[in-house]
């Protein structure tokens, strides 16, 4: 089974640029979630979908981000215009329907210059 | 407002001692306990802990969860190399239902030297 996939792997944009990562989660999984981790700080939660469904977008930080995931497969995550203070490791977990564990992928590295 | 801390945040030992990880939190709506290893990438999932008391163990690494002091430990024994990575604990928050989301720990960084 293939696991959690995210890409890109690293990202180097320049402030005011727009960048879009992409989570293809384990297949049939129909929970997928975005967290982000800031040098220093803990892993962060930014959402959660069930399916195509945003379930809870509590975490996200501002009107900058947008996340989408149109049929219910992969997902992306869109900062536009970034900011020097997006810049962190973006990870995208996933999980079944049975609420069983929640399996990450590799992140994917953002840093806005 | 909830919270995960992990002790100590950094660790170094030498190939073969044993190590306790410690995490306490304060999360209201507590559904489980999560450890995880990262290395290099993704986190990669060690134990999930629901009920107190009950160790849960795979090779050298164990984890039990106490409810009552609201925090876990993570035993590793005969420490090897490989152990290097950084430690995560997460707890799982939310109601009955799906609206659950991890709340982490800083993280604990071992280090084990030959």
């Known amino acids: 089974e293939a696991g959690v996939t995210q890409f890109p792997s690293h990202s180097v944009i320049e402030k005011g640029q727009t960048v879009t990562l992409r989570c293809d989660p384990i297949?049939?999984?129909?929970?997928l979630y975005w967290y982000r981790r800031v040098m220093g700080k803990e892993i962060k939660f930014l959402l959660h979908?069930?399916?195509?469904?945003?379930?809870?977008e509590s975490g996200m930080p501002n009107n900058r981000f947008l996340a989408e995931r149109t049929g219910g497969t992969y997902s992306t995550l869109k900062v536009q215009p970034a900011e020097l203070e997006d810049s962190g490791v973006y990870f995208c977990?996933?999980?079944?329907?049975?609420?069983?564990?929640?399996?990450f992928g590799s992140g994917t590295r953002l840093t806005v210059v | 407002e909830d919270k995960v801390v992990q002790s100590p945040l950094s660790l170094v030992v030498h190939e073969g001692d044993t190590v306790t990880l410690n995490c306490s939190y304060e999360?209201?709506?507590?559904?489980?306990l999560l450890w995880y290893k990262q290395e290099k990438k993704a986190p990669t999932f060690l134990f999930m802990l629901t009920s107190s008391g009950i160790e849960k163990k795979s090779g050298r690494l164990s984890s039990i969860l106490d409810k009552k002091e609201l925090s876990s430990i993570l035993n590793i024994t005969a420490t090897q190399t490989g152990d290097s990575a950084i430690y995560l604990c997460?707890?799982?928050?939310?109601?009955?239902?799906?609206?659950?989301?991890?709340?982490w720990g800083l993280g604990t960084s071992l280090a084990v030297n030959p």
């Open positions: 977990a996933s999980r079944g329907r049975y609420l069983d564990g929640y399996t």
């Open positions: 997460a707890v799982e928050a939310g109601n009955a239902g799906n609206n659950r989301k991890l709340i």
């Open positions: 999360v209201t709506n507590f559904r489980s």
């Open positions: 979908f069930v399916k195509e469904s945003k379930q809870d």
């Open positions: 297949s049939g999984h129909d929970n």
